[in-house]
């Protein structure tokens, strides 16, 4: 019995301690890892709903009757347009559209032909042809107030650094800012360049007479839920609760009745 209790006991301070143990895992601050953008793939970077021009120069001496042909896909074609473009130009190779981009964020693809016929035989040749990804993603604003102190400052650079990238994440440039004063310095990135998760934002000037603010954390993307954490602990702590009031029943056998009876019946008096 008292074994058995003892084990009870045991197990459910093991459930207790793994419940804050988890809590606390969860709970702990996340670590930023410093790591910098590859430029190489996709080609470009454009913005959700981007009005932006394609454009193919490619006029040949010995040419004429040039075409060009632009097939666009997306896995969600919403917003683009338009899917398909094709021109046609007598002596012209060279050739020039707007594109709008998905209203996703998501990868567009473009197929560029251009066609042109050879004028010493009138023969059809392919003279261009290329394929082109872009990266469609939100619009991120970031902000940074600098202050100047008892003098002006001139030509001054503002740099925006994140999770302490060797390389800027873009650079906004102010001509003037007047003594005493401070400005609010603002740049637009691509979202698909910003790492998703806890992120560090760090502000520098090229003038030390602009004082930058701290440097400050923020979070990107849909911050990780949780809760389902707390109900695991809960039900953990419930259960040990459970257990203890259980175990600190004490586990008796009752008698059998006839032994009851035989105590409940009064002893005979032995007298003369």
Excluded: C
Aim: aromatic fraction near 12%.
């Amino acid at each position: 019995m008292i074994k058995n209790k003892v084990l009870s006991i045991t197990v459910i301070l093991i459930l207790v301690a793994l419940s804050f143990i988890v809590l606390a895992s969860f709970n702990a601050p996340e670590t930023v890892h410093a790591s910098s953008p590859s430029f190489s793939s996709p080609s470009a970077y454009k913005y959700t709903n981007e009005i932006f021009p394609i454009s193919v120069n490619n006029s040949k001496a010995g040419y004429d009757n040039y075409t060009i042909n632009i097939l666009m896909g997306a896995k969600n074609d919403t917003g683009l347009s338009p899917l398909s473009y094709h021109s046609f130009s007598k002596n012209n190779g060279n050739f020039t559209t707007n594109i709008r981009a998905p209203s996703k964020s998501e990868n567009l693809y473009l197929f560029i032909t251009e066609t042109a016929m050879k004028e010493s035989n009138s023969k059809l040749t392919t003279i261009y042809s290329s394929e082109k990804t872009y990266n469609i993603s939100n619009p991120v604003k970031f902000n940074a107030t600098v202050k100047t102190s008892s003098a002006p400052a001139n030509n001054i650079t503002v740099n925006f650094f994140v999770n302490g990238n060797q390389h800027p994440m873009g650079a906004a440039h102010i001509s003037t800012i007047k003594a005493n004063s401070s400005y609010n310095a603002t740049i637009t990135v691509p979202g698909a360049l910003v790492p998703k998760g806890k992120d560090l934002l760090t502000i520098t000037t090229n003038n030390p007479a602009v004082t930058p603010p701290k440097s400050t954390y923020f979070y990107y993307g849909h911050p990780p839920n949780y809760n389902w954490i707390y109900y695991i602990a809960a039900v953990a702590v419930a259960f040990a609760i459970f257990m203890i009031l259980v175990s600190g029943k004490r586990n008796t056998i009752k008698a059998p009745k006839w032994k009851r009876q035989k105590k409940t019946k009064s002893p005979k008096n032995n007298t003369k």
